[in-house]
């Protein structure tokens, strides 16, 4: 059972946000994996004091931190001439800031929570982007790179 605050889209997914009562905590579901939604009429629920859910989710990349006190961090990102086109085209947060580089490349800034969750979407790039800070999230990049190379050796 959830009391929802609403709902977002992120990266052209979309989620339901509310107060789980089984967890009693806030939760996100993606809507893709509702199989059942039962309203139940006449019910009250009455929203948190001074709750937004703008304010909630605007600093998070997607939808979950993993952590208890997310911390804001910068990650910066390093992005080749082709690519660099969609980037300065498509808001992908909205802290997102471009810095042009000599030969067509950019820098990408973002100031966020949650970067744990770039992980699949930095690697759906390829390498035309490279990961300049956080030195943590560079680091856990190189060892999932490291796991998809080593499937691939062993398959041959």
Not at 3 to 8: A, S, V
Not at 30 to 48: D, G, T
Not at 123 to 147: F, H, N
Request: proline residues 4%; charged residues 25%; hydrophobic residues 40%.
């Amino acid at each position: 059972m959830v009391e929802p605050h609403g709902l977002l889209c992120r990266l052209d997914n979309w989620y339901l946000t509310g107060h789980c009562m089984e967890r009693q905590q806030r939760r996100v579901f993606l809507l893709l994996n509702i199989k059942e939604l039962n309203v139940l009429e006449r019910s009250f629920y009455r929203m948190p004091p001074g709750f937004s859910l703008k304010k909630a989710y605007q600093s998070v990349w997607g939808t979950w931190t993993g952590e208890e006190t997310p911390v804001l961090e910068t990650v910066r990102l390093k992005v080749e001439a082709g690519p660099a086109e969609r980037f300065r085209h498509t808001l992908f947060h909205e802290s997102q800031r471009v810095q042009e580089l000599p030969g067509g490349e950019i820098e990408v800034t973002f100031r966020l929570m949650g970067a744990q969750e770039m992980i699949s979407w930095l690697m759906s790039w390829g390498g035309a982007v490279e990961v300049i800070e956080p030195a943590w999230l560079r680091k856990q990049l190189i060892q999932e790179l490291q796991k998809l190379l080593l499937r691939y050796q062993k398959q041959q």
